[in-house]
């Protein structure tokens, strides 16, 4: 694992954009790994920069997001299906075809369509790069304290606090899910190469947990330690407690 501390989280994002772009450079038919959460819209804006500037382009690029609400409608403002295209998929050339999410609906058997999920990874041949935010109880996608550390892509009930947590981003009232589809760790630590990003003070535990904890399914983070590619982009208040 490749720690690298910037001063800012705008520095961070800076940062991954140049690893994304240097990727697709090398590989114009990149696979993506694609994340939600407030961490990486930073990096969204600059990858939308860099192709409104000529410097990108994803019309060759395939995408799977790691985890999406269960049984939530894509035009439902809180899907991440609807994050992705309004952060990114609607900025740049990205054929919309070729953008995967884990999504399961009530009446679908969630193993066939984790299976279908899984199987679309392989037929794409395998995630090249995979942008990781961090929970603040270590979760990477919705893979939450508990989780195997050999899981595939299936359905989980989030944690209280990661309910918790996410609810800033729902009105009062709000229906606020409670499952989700998530790729799972082993599906994670697939991918060739890993990139989290965390920023700010609420992170720096789960920071500590994952790079100096020991490894453990307490703290989901704590696989990207056995895997040989794995880089992680903090700003000073995410590596504080470091
Ligand atoms: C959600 C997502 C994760 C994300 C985490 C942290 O629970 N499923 O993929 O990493 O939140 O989000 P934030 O970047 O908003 O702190």
Known sequence: MQVIILNSASQVAVHAALRVKSLI???????????????????????????????????????????????????NPQSYRYFMTKNLFKHIDIDHNNTYLPTCF??????????????????????????????????????????????????????????????RLFEQGEYQPDMAMTMG?????????????????????????????PLSAMCPASALQMHRDAVVLLDREAASEL
Do not use: C, W
Request: hydrophobic content about 40%; aromatic content about 6%; charged content about 20%.
């Open 25 to 75: 450079d090398e590989k114009p038919d990149s696979v993506l790994g694609l994340a939600t959460g407030s961490t990486p819209i930073a990096l969204y804006k600059q990858l939308v920069n860099l192709y409104r500037k000529g410097e990108l382009s994803f019309a060759q690029v395939k995408s799977f997001n790691l985890d999406e609400y269960f049984d939530i409608a894509p035009d």
């Open 106 to 167: 009530i009446g679908q058997n969630p193993r066939v369509e984790a299976a279908a999920f899984e199987k679309n990874i392989q037929l794409a041949g395998g995630v090249d790069l995979q942008i990781l935010g961090l929970g603040a109880n270590g979760h990477i996608g919705f893979n939450e304290p508990t989780s195997s550390l050999g899981s595939r892509t299936r359905v989980k009930s989030l944690t209280p606090q990661t309910i918790k947590d996410n609810s």
């Open 185 to 213: 760790i082993a599906t994670i630590l697939d991918s060739r190469n890993l990139l989290l990003m965390a920023t700010g003070l609420n992170k720096a535990k789960a920071v500590k947990q994952m790079i100096t904890g």
